[in-house]
């Protein structure tokens, strides 16, 4: 495949997301050149996807989850840009879907895809509260998951901010495979806020490369950001993290 | 065909076991179980097939879907005796149906067109599993899903069997009845004042006698006449033009009561002073006093929002709007086309802001009124509240605009008319292809143009209706649904359209839609022709004065040059945003309406904007009687816990936490902040750009209770409240503006409002309080509204808000590393009162519980405090103050529990050296009263002198000490007062029924 000199990055935006300039913002201080896209842009030119090494899929509202959080843009990629993603994840790209932008991989079938033909196996539903909640909480990461996006990550504070954030698997047996393949990325540590199974709070697929997660690290890119930073304890912007392990690895792996 | 969705396993339906909590309480607690089915309904989609629709509608890992065959009658779901499904009525916006629309089309890869007859609709089914209810219980069972004034019901009492002898509809009514669209003639010339009234009210003008006269003479001057004969148009005005002067003189759009000729008599001074416009008399002057000094202010007043420096690229601009009537009829409907109405305001100032904070202030009657004190025909302030916060939560979170600051006021007099006030922050690049953002631009030449949403009948004579009492034939038709996701496309869309100056000119589509939108954008061209017929409807039979003051939501109109529209339309159509050429600005002098080939209307913009005759008022003021009382010795630790859990003081968190108040990663001070973020902010503040350590402050003041002593000090204290949250945030004394909303009942002398002149008197005091209290902090207006009319009249029982004035400031931080929150940080703490203690209880929390009248409110001393201020945030600036919170309703003993809380920290506090009191001064005025211009600072052992020399020449003394001991102790004269744990603050603060 190509190699590039700078990590180029698509942050996928339109019908109702919103959280599409704090994650572009991230990933332009973690090194990479980000650039926001609307959907629309791409469907109408699918082959834009190519000049990217790290497609992200933000929070926010898309389509307003009136039908399922992230259902009907899930519908919308699969069908204009099915092919063109297939390509994307087997030339080993990078692939981030945050909040609703995990419930779109979820749906979409792309995480975990155990059956590699993207049928859903899983799904992110009405938290158990049945309420929206913005709060932020503690997760712990796993440290045997392949995922590159949480290399090296032990725990994190970070804000969650759902309806629909309560992870379930299809059966016992999908659940079984996600934990013996440690497809976990990360869990809720002290308070799981949404009823999630096993304290899910974060996918990943067999390839490592592609994350989903309902926590919002893109919110965290300064030590001011967290709630308790005044309280001089806080040094930094924890949740870049995340974003500067996806660019050092295509830096790593796919450029020059 | 039906499609209907339901969880596999009830377990897995949060939404459901949460409205089972509710009904358990609000109904009965027998109840034993409830399940929800979504239903999609669709007609004349031959490509549809059932399982297409199953697929685009459920989850399959966690839902199932039926169709063709009835959920409620399988296995899965039976159990249920009651069966509720709600749809909206014909015609209201069903933003679930807009998106099932768009589902569909992106499956079949083609647009539904309304022409061709196909059929999208959404219905929510509740199947409850409960013993027999009464007809009583079934009624309020009922009211708990729906509001009959947008939704219908259909209802199922007797399980399977009952449905099956009674099957639901396949499709629900969903045309809406169609109007004459034909322009109609009224006959005005020679009628006499009592037939004019009678047209006026016939037509819901709400114009008053003198205005309908000077309509009348206008129609009658020969100069219209030969204008109108050349146009073609004969000697009695259209229904069309009538409704354009109605709406464009509505108090609503312009103000008449501020900008009345006022006689104020002054009862206590025996003078009478003549006061020509309180807007250009005191908000207006003040603004242009300031503005001397401060070179920061970019445009006030004339645009839809206020607009201010914030640094070398960046402008930022602040709108506060007010939803009262809608709110009150459909809490949900209300308050989110309150938001995402106001969000419209930011995007229509100047060339257009990106809205990027939102914060509300909602007012409601007591939570625990009994329902049968709740007069027929008006809604209990907790159904009230329940939709007006959901509405909150919608249209703040999905449009993607974080919910930073607000508050909840709680008091009866909100219960006849909510007050929902709704604020939303702007951010535009200083400059946009060469030239100052907010400057627009209306030329002759230009073409008028529609963007969003469609125009329907609803919101048909809001800004009329806001203009007159809520009464028993208030018009269903005012209330609206808002969509924020279509107001997202919307928004995203002109973003880029500025960006690339496919137009010059923009503003929002409000109250009186088009009608005022066109009709103010005309002012800068002076003139404009309209072709309502190019309007795009959402069904036809909309007659043409509908179409022309209809205030269907997620408009703009816009400016757009010829060369342009094709670029600006082909833009829009690759982001999902419809628009329309509906007429052309020009520099005839007049606004010219037609439809179709027919002449509508022809209005001199002189008269329409001009022609509105002065309204000539009386105000008399007489100062309440309120002797001070000898407040015996109390239980003062049960008195702070009582005031903790008075529900304006207790917290809200439960309610809050579910805004997103920080997406855009912008969030430095949250509305919960301390050790377990469950403390009271003071104040928001934000990071608007996020590679810049520059930030913004949000606070607001509102105190109404102290207007009924004296609404010129409840002015000076609201102020007073917004500028010190700002302060004590951390933010720069010399770089802040202010928004004024009054929210006042009925003024104006009349039968119904015999008490006019005091009333009245009250605003003008309240301005003169404003203007005094924006002098001294030097602090601009830049923007504000007035609602005036917040009277319900339901069955002969009047309810009348308090005056209410809110005040709302948007404030510079230089660096946000400099903020402060109001949690104590370090045991070992030194603990100190800045400001003065003067022991007024009038108005107060501790007045209300303590049930007796307790003398005059308190009173700000802005001159002093100004310079208080600029000392205190200069110990801020040096970084000597740890924790800093305001001292404000229930006084210092809360101040100091929640500065507890938040640290989770004891403190030792001992009130004998208060600044201010004296010795003789009863406990309970220490404790709680609410002298402004006072806070609780944390200051650490090493900084405590440095801060002591700075404060020396102000009102500042050390009063006690932070403790590990978690438990608050105020002792005086050596014995203590108060003892209390930090458990117990936590357990009064919080209250259950807050969810």
């Given at each position: 495949m190509s190699k590039a000199d700078t990590v180029k990055t698509a942050v996928i935006t339109g019908y109702g997301i919103n959280a599409d300039r704090e994650l572009e913002r991230a990933f332009i201080i973690a090194g990479s050149d980000a650039q926001r896209i609307h959907i629309q842009d791409l469907i109408e030119n699918p082959a834009l996807l190519k000049n990217y090494h790290i497609l992200a899929f933000p929070g926010g509202f898309s389509f307003g989850d009136h039908i399922g959080s992230g259902l009907v843009f899930a519908h919308l990629f699969k069908k204009h840009l099915k092919e063109e993603l297939e390509s994307f994840i087997n030339d080993g790209k990078l692939i981030i879907g945050i909040c609703n932008g995990f419930q779109v991989l979820v749906k979409m079938g792309v995480l975990p895809n155990f059956g590699e033909d993207w049928s859903p196996d899983v799904s992110l539903i009405h938290n158990n509260t049945g309420l929206f909640e913005n709060s932020w909480l503690t997760v712990s990461f796993n440290n045997d998951s392949k995922c590159i996006w949480t290399k090296g990550l032990d725990e994190m504070d970070v804000p969650i901010r759902h309806g629909e954030g309560r992870f379930i698997t299809s059966s016992e047996n999908v659940l079984d495979k996600i934990e013996e393949e440690n497809l976990v990325a990360l869990r809720y540590l002290d308070r799981n806020p949404n009823g999630s199974v096993n304290n899910i709070a974060g996918l990943t697929d067999r390839t490592g490369r592609i994350l989903g997660l309902m926590p919002h690290p893109e919110a965290f890119l300064c030590r001011e950001n967290h709630p308790g930073w005044a309280s001089g304890d806080i040094t930094e912007g924890a949740g870049l993290k995340i974003f500067k392990n996806g660019v050092q690895y295509v830096k790593n792996s796919l450029c020059r | 065909m039906r499609t209907e969705v339901f969880y596999k396993n009830p377990d897995l339906d949060g939404r459901a076991k949460r409205l089972l909590k509710q009904i358990k309480q609000s109904v009965s607690p027998l109840i034993e179980n409830i399940r929800i089915v979504d239903v999609f309904i669709s007609e004349g989609i031959d490509q549809l097939t059932p399982s297409l629709s199953e697929e685009l509608f459920s989850d399959p890992v966690a839902q199932k879907a039926f169709t063709g065959r009835c959920a409620a009658e399988s296995d899965e779901l039976s159990g249920w005796n009651y069966l509720v499904e709600i749809t909206y009525r014909p015609g209201v916006t069903n933003p679930v149906a807009i998106t099932a629309k768009n589902t569909i089309e992106t499956a079949l890869g083609k647009t539904i067109s309304k022409e061709s007859g196909a059929v999208i609709q959404t219905a929510v089914q509740y199947l409850v599993d409960s013993p027999p209810l009464d007809k009583k219980l079934q009624k309020r069972l009922k009211e708990t899903f729906y509001n009959p004034l947008i939704q219908q019901e259909e209802f199922r009492e007797g399980g399977v069997s009952a449905l099956k002898k009674n099957p639901l509809p396949g499709t629900y009514p969903h045309k809406v009845a169609e109007s004459d669209i034909s322009v109609e003639t009224i006959h005005l010339a020679s009628l006499d004042r009592k037939a004019l009234d009678k047209i006026s009210k016939e037509r819901l003008l709400a114009l008053s006698t003198e205005e309908m006269e000077s309509v009348r003479d206008y129609f009658a001057e020969s100069g219209t006449i030969k204008?109108?004969?050349?146009?073609?148009?004969?000697?009695?005005?259209?229904?069309?033009?009538?409704?354009?002067?109605?709406?464009?003189?509505?108090?609503?759009?312009?103000?008449?009561?501020?900008?009345?000729?006022?006689?104020?008599?002054?009862?206590?001074?025996?003078?009478?002073?003549?006061?020509?416009?309180?807007?250009?008399?005191?908000?207006?002057?003040?603004?242009?006093?300031?503005?001397?000094?401060?070179?920061?202010?970019?445009?006030?007043?004339?645009?839809?929002?206020?607009?201010?420096?914030?640094?070398?690229?960046?402008?930022?601009?602040?709108?506060?709007?007010?939803?009262?009537?809608?709110?009150?009829?459909?809490?949900?409907?209300?308050?989110?086309?309150?938001?995402?109405?106001?969000?419209?305001?930011?995007?229509?100032?100047?060339?257009?802001?990106?809205?990027?904070?939102?914060?509300?202030?909602?007012?409601?009657?007591?939570?625990?009124?009994?329902?049968?004190d709740i007069p027929e025909g008006l809604l209990h302030p907790k159904t009230v509240m329940k939709g007006v916060h959901h509405g909150i939560i919608d249209g703040g979170n999905q449009s993607g605009i974080p919910t930073v600051a607000g508050a909840f006021l709680f008091d009866e007099s909100f219960t006849g008319k909510p007050l929902v006030f709704c604020g939303t922050g702007g951010i535009m690049p200083r400059e946009i292809n060469g030239e100052g953002t907010w400057i627009k631009h209306i030329n002759p030449g230009d073409l008028a143009v529609m963007a969003g949403g469609r125009i329907g009948k609803d919101g048909i004579h809001g800004a009329t209706f806001s203009s007159k009492a809520l009464d028993d034939e208030s018009p269903s038709s005012a209330v609206q649904i808002g969509d924020p996701i279509t107001q997202k496309k919307m928004s995203d869309f002109l973003l880029e359209a500025r960006d690339a100056g496919l137009y010059l000119g923009i503003t929002d589509n409000g109250a009186g839609g088009l009608s005022s939108s066109l009709g103010e954008m005309a002012e800068y061209s002076n003139g404009v022709r309209i072709d309502l017929h190019k309007c795009l409807l959402k069904y036809k039979g909309l007659a043409p004065w509908e179409i022309l003051v209809s205030e269907s939501q997620e408009r703009m109109s816009l400016a757009v040059k010829p060369e342009k529209i094709e670029a600006f339309t082909a833009l829009a159509e690759r982001r999902g945003v419809e628009t329309s050429v509906v007429g052309e600005f020009t520099d005839s002098g007049f606004i010219d309406i037609r439809y179709g080939d027919k002449k509508a209307g022809l209005l001199s913009m002189d008269f329409l904007h001009r022609g509105l005759p002065e309204m000539k008022l009386k105000a008399v003021w007489s100062r309440p009687q309120a002797e001070s009382l000898v407040i015996e010795e109390i239980d003062y630790t049960d008195m702070l816990k009582r005031l903790l859990n008075e529900p304006n003081i207790a917290s809200k968190e439960p309610l809050v936490r579910q805004y997103d108040h920080e997406v855009g990663g912008i969030s430095i001070v949250r509305p919960f902040t301390g050790r377990d973020s469950d403390a009271p902010s003071d104040g928001a503040v934000l990071k608007p750009v996020l590679d810049s350590n520059r930030g913004i402050t949000v606070t607001h003041g509102i105190c109404p209770r102290y207007g009924d002593r004296d609404s010129y000090n409840m002015a000076l204290c609201a102020v007073d409240e917004a500028y010190r949250a700002h302060i004590a945030s951390g933010g720069n004394p010399d770089h802040a503006a202010i928004l004024d909303n009054f929210c006042w009942p009925d003024p104006v002398e009349s039968e119904a409002v015999p008490d006019g002149p005091y009333k009245l008197a009250q605003l003008v005091r309240a301005c003169k309080g404003l203007y005094k209290a924006s002098m001294d902090y030097e602090l601009p207006l830049i923007s504000g509204k007035d609602s005036m009319k917040n009277d319900a009249l339901i069955g002969g029982k009047k309810v009348s808000v308090r005056p209410t004035l809110l005040i709302s400031l948007m404030g510079i931080i230089d660096n946000i590393e400099k903020a402060v929150t109001t949690d104590f940080r370090d045991e070992g703490d030194a603990i100190y009162i800045i400001g003065n203690t003067y022991g007024e209880l009038g108005g107060t929390y501790f007045e209300k519980l303590y049930g007796e009248n307790l003398g005059g409110a308190p009173f700000a001393d802005t001159e002093k405090s100004y310079r208080l201020y600029k000392k205190l945030h200069q110990a801020i600036s040096q970084g000597l103050v740890k924790s800093c919170h305001d001292i404000s309703d229930g006084g210092l003993a809360v101040a100091i529990a929640e500065s507890c809380l938040g640290g989770r920290l004891g403190a030792d506090i001992s009130l004998d050296t208060l600044p201010g009191s004296s010795g003789k001064m009863e406990t309970a005025r220490i404790l709680f009263c609410e002298t402004p211009s006072r806070f609780i600072a944390g200051i650490g052992r090493n900084e405590s002198s440095e801060f002591e020399s700075i404060m020396k020449d102000f009102p500042v003394q050390r009063i006690g000490t932070t403790t590990k001991t978690p438990s608050l102790r105020i002792k005086r004269d050596r014995s203590y007062v108060i003892d209390i744990t930090i458990c117990e603050i936590s357990a009064a603060w919080k209250r259950e029924d807050f969810e």
């Amino acid at each position: 495949m190509s190699k590039a000199d700078t990590v180029k990055t698509a942050v996928i935006t339109g019908y109702g997301i919103n959280a599409d300039r704090e994650l572009e913002r991230a990933f332009i201080i973690a090194g990479s050149d980000a650039q926001r896209i609307h959907i629309q842009d791409l469907i109408e030119n699918p082959a834009l996807l190519k000049n990217y090494h790290i497609l992200a899929f933000p929070g926010g509202f898309s389509f307003g989850d009136h039908i399922g959080s992230g259902l009907v843009f899930a519908h919308l990629f699969k069908k204009h840009l099915k092919e063109e993603l297939e390509s994307f994840i087997n030339d080993g790209k990078l692939i981030i879907g945050i909040c609703n932008g995990f419930q779109v991989l979820v749906k979409m079938g792309v995480l975990p895809n155990f059956g590699e033909d993207w049928s859903p196996d899983v799904s992110l539903i009405h938290n158990n509260t049945g309420l929206f909640e913005n709060s932020w909480l503690t997760v712990s990461f796993n440290n045997d998951s392949k995922c590159i996006w949480t290399k090296g990550l032990d725990e994190m504070d970070v804000p969650i901010r759902h309806g629909e954030g309560r992870f379930i698997t299809s059966s016992e047996n999908v659940l079984d495979k996600i934990e013996e393949e440690n497809l976990v990325a990360l869990r809720y540590l002290d308070r799981n806020p949404n009823g999630s199974v096993n304290n899910i709070a974060g996918l990943t697929d067999r390839t490592g490369r592609i994350l989903g997660l309902m926590p919002h690290p893109e919110a965290f890119l300064c030590r001011e950001n967290h709630p308790g930073w005044a309280s001089g304890d806080i040094t930094e912007g924890a949740g870049l993290k995340i974003f500067k392990n996806g660019v050092q690895y295509v830096k790593n792996s796919l450029c020059r | 065909m039906r499609t209907e969705v339901f969880y596999k396993n009830p377990d897995l339906d949060g939404r459901a076991k949460r409205l089972l909590k509710q009904i358990k309480q609000s109904v009965s607690p027998l109840i034993e179980n409830i399940r929800i089915v979504d239903v999609f309904i669709s007609e004349g989609i031959d490509q549809l097939t059932p399982s297409l629709s199953e697929e685009l509608f459920s989850d399959p890992v966690a839902q199932k879907a039926f169709t063709g065959r009835c959920a409620a009658e399988s296995d899965e779901l039976s159990g249920w005796n009651y069966l509720v499904e709600i749809t909206y009525r014909p015609g209201v916006t069903n933003p679930v149906a807009i998106t099932a629309k768009n589902t569909i089309e992106t499956a079949l890869g083609k647009t539904i067109s309304k022409e061709s007859g196909a059929v999208i609709q959404t219905a929510v089914q509740y199947l409850v599993d409960s013993p027999p209810l009464d007809k009583k219980l079934q009624k309020r069972l009922k009211e708990t899903f729906y509001n009959p004034l947008i939704q219908q019901e259909e209802f199922r009492e007797g399980g399977v069997s009952a449905l099956k002898k009674n099957p639901l509809p396949g499709t629900y009514p969903h045309k809406v009845a169609e109007s004459d669209i034909s322009v109609e003639t009224i006959h005005l010339a020679s009628l006499d004042r009592k037939a004019l009234d009678k047209i006026s009210k016939e037509r819901l003008l709400a114009l008053s006698t003198e205005e309908m006269e000077s309509v009348r003479d206008y129609f009658a001057e020969s100069g219209t006449i030969k204008a109108r004969k050349e146009a073609g148009l004969g000697i009695d005005p259209t229904d069309v033009e009538l409704e354009m002067i109605a709406q464009t003189w509505s108090e609503h759009c312009k103000h008449k009561i501020f900008n009345a000729t006022i006689e104020y008599k002054d009862a206590e001074t025996g003078t009478t002073e003549i006061i020509k416009s309180l807007f250009s008399s005191y908000i207006k002057k003040a603004t242009k006093e300031i503005s001397k000094k401060k070179g920061f202010l970019k445009s006030v007043f004339h645009d839809n929002s206020g607009v201010i420096d914030f640094d070398d690229e960046n402008l930022v601009c602040f709108k506060v709007e007010t939803h009262n009537s809608p709110s009150a009829l459909d809490p949900y409907g209300g308050s989110i086309t309150g938001i995402v109405g106001v969000n419209r305001d930011i995007m229509g100032t100047g060339k257009g802001a990106r809205p990027f904070f939102n914060t509300n202030v909602l007012c409601f009657g007591e939570p625990d009124t009994p329902e049968e004190d709740i007069p027929e025909g008006l809604l209990h302030p907790k159904t009230v509240m329940k939709g007006v916060h959901h509405g909150i939560i919608d249209g703040g979170n999905q449009s993607g605009i974080p919910t930073v600051a607000g508050a909840f006021l709680f008091d009866e007099s909100f219960t006849g008319k909510p007050l929902v006030f709704c604020g939303t922050g702007g951010i535009m690049p200083r400059e946009i292809n060469g030239e100052g953002t907010w400057i627009k631009h209306i030329n002759p030449g230009d073409l008028a143009v529609m963007a969003g949403g469609r125009i329907g009948k609803d919101g048909i004579h809001g800004a009329t209706f806001s203009s007159k009492a809520l009464d028993d034939e208030s018009p269903s038709s005012a209330v609206q649904i808002g969509d924020p996701i279509t107001q997202k496309k919307m928004s995203d869309f002109l973003l880029e359209a500025r960006d690339a100056g496919l137009y010059l000119g923009i503003t929002d589509n409000g109250a009186g839609g088009l009608s005022s939108s066109l009709g103010e954008m005309a002012e800068y061209s002076n003139g404009v022709r309209i072709d309502l017929h190019k309007c795009l409807l959402k069904y036809k039979g909309l007659a043409p004065w509908e179409i022309l003051v209809s205030e269907s939501q997620e408009r703009m109109s816009l400016a757009v040059k010829p060369e342009k529209i094709e670029a600006f339309t082909a833009l829009a159509e690759r982001r999902g945003v419809e628009t329309s050429v509906v007429g052309e600005f020009t520099d005839s002098g007049f606004i010219d309406i037609r439809y179709g080939d027919k002449k509508a209307g022809l209005l001199s913009m002189d008269f329409l904007h001009r022609g509105l005759p002065e309204m000539k008022l009386k105000a008399v003021w007489s100062r309440p009687q309120a002797e001070s009382l000898v407040i015996e010795e109390i239980d003062y630790t049960d008195m702070l816990k009582r005031l903790l859990n008075e529900p304006n003081i207790a917290s809200k968190e439960p309610l809050v936490r579910q805004y997103d108040h920080e997406v855009g990663g912008i969030s430095i001070v949250r509305p919960f902040t301390g050790r377990d973020s469950d403390a009271p902010s003071d104040g928001a503040v934000l990071k608007p750009v996020l590679d810049s350590n520059r930030g913004i402050t949000v606070t607001h003041g509102i105190c109404p209770r102290y207007g009924d002593r004296d609404s010129y000090n409840m002015a000076l204290c609201a102020v007073d409240e917004a500028y010190r949250a700002h302060i004590a945030s951390g933010g720069n004394p010399d770089h802040a503006a202010i928004l004024d909303n009054f929210c006042w009942p009925d003024p104006v002398e009349s039968e119904a409002v015999p008490d006019g002149p005091y009333k009245l008197a009250q605003l003008v005091r309240a301005c003169k309080g404003l203007y005094k209290a924006s002098m001294d902090y030097e602090l601009p207006l830049i923007s504000g509204k007035d609602s005036m009319k917040n009277d319900a009249l339901i069955g002969g029982k009047k309810v009348s808000v308090r005056p209410t004035l809110l005040i709302s400031l948007m404030g510079i931080i230089d660096n946000i590393e400099k903020a402060v929150t109001t949690d104590f940080r370090d045991e070992g703490d030194a603990i100190y009162i800045i400001g003065n203690t003067y022991g007024e209880l009038g108005g107060t929390y501790f007045e209300k519980l303590y049930g007796e009248n307790l003398g005059g409110a308190p009173f700000a001393d802005t001159e002093k405090s100004y310079r208080l201020y600029k000392k205190l945030h200069q110990a801020i600036s040096q970084g000597l103050v740890k924790s800093c919170h305001d001292i404000s309703d229930g006084g210092l003993a809360v101040a100091i529990a929640e500065s507890c809380l938040g640290g989770r920290l004891g403190a030792d506090i001992s009130l004998d050296t208060l600044p201010g009191s004296s010795g003789k001064m009863e406990t309970a005025r220490i404790l709680f009263c609410e002298t402004p211009s006072r806070f609780i600072a944390g200051i650490g052992r090493n900084e405590s002198s440095e801060f002591e020399s700075i404060m020396k020449d102000f009102p500042v003394q050390r009063i006690g000490t932070t403790t590990k001991t978690p438990s608050l102790r105020i002792k005086r004269d050596r014995s203590y007062v108060i003892d209390i744990t930090i458990c117990e603050i936590s357990a009064a603060w919080k209250r259950e029924d807050f969810e």
